[in-house]
């Protein structure tokens, strides 16, 4: 039977960094709804203008635009063995979607580890970040810098800074998650899902954590 794993915490915490991670030592596929919608803002799809219009402001893209645009990337064929979701579901409304899609492939959300960091953390994290233009390979100035300042160690493509990751926009992106994605927390918790990760420590400590975790 498929695994589902759904990463829950606040921007630029570490989720991206921990999937991909996760992905390499799991046969699962990583999906990042936030990466999904850069790749379209990239080739300029009727979808990436949309999403950029509420990404630029730290607001959430409407729910149902971004429920299809998951629905159909788990409808391929790669995500057959399961799938960890990064960015996706962040409010109530994406998560009753998503328990009805899985439940329609015969699986369901199997556990929510819960990654924490006070916000002075993720203001630095956010404020270090280097992405990579061609891949989305991401780095930190100060805690995962790469090899040559501006190029990214994996292809050599452009590294930049993401245009959500300015300082007021990020205040917001805090704020939204506070007030719209926090009650998955509790929904979670209730179904009795939720593992709790604190995302503060080095990033080895943290995926070590949340390997042991995931085992138990
Ligand atoms: P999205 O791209 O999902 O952004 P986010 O959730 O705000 O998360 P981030 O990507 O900022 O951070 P992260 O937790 O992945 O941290 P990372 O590993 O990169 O969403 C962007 C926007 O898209 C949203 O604002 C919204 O508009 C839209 N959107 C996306 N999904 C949506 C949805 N479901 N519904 C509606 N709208 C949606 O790490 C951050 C930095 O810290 C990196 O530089 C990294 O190298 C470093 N780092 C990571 N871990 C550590 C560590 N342990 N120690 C030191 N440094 C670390």
Redesign the pocket.
């Known amino acids: 039977m498929a695994t589902y794993i759904v990463l829950l ?1 606040p ?8 999937a991909v991670v996760l992905a390499q030592a799991t046969s699962l596929v990583h999906i ?4 999904l ?1 850069r790749v379209n803002i990239k080739n300029q799809t009727e979808l990436g203008k949309l ?1 950029k219009s ?2 630029d402001k ?4 409407p729910d149902d635009v ?1 429920i299809a645009m998951i629905r159909d990337r788990i409808s391929q064929p790669d995500c057959k063995a399961g799938v960890i979701f ?6 109530p409304k ?1 998560a009753q979607a998503l328990e009805k899609m899985l439940g329609e492939l015969g699986g369901h959300v199997d556990v929510v580890p819960y990654i924490t960091a006070d916000e002075q953390v993720l203001i630095e ?2 404020g ?2 280097w992405s990579c233009r061609a891949q989305g390979h ?3 100035e100060k ?2 810098p790469p090899k040559e300042a501006g190029v990214c160690d994996v292809d050599g493509s452009v590294l930049y800074q993401r245009d ?1 990751d300015k300082k007021e926009t990020v205040a917001n ?1 805090i704020h939204v998650y506070f007030e719209q994605t926090m009650p998955l927390v509790d929904y979670y918790h209730k179904a009795g899902k939720l593992i709790e990760i604190d ?1 503060a ?3 080895e400590q ?1 995926t070590s954590d949340l390997l042991a975790a995931l085992k138990k």
Request: proline share 4%.
């Open positions: 915490g921007p630029g915490v570490g989720k991206g960094t921990q990042s709804s936030g990466d919608f999403a509420y990404m730290g607001e959430l893209v971004t990064d960015g996706f579901p962040r409010t994406q994290r956010t270090g970040r991401v780095y930190h805690f995962n959500d992106r995302g420590k080095s990033m943290v």
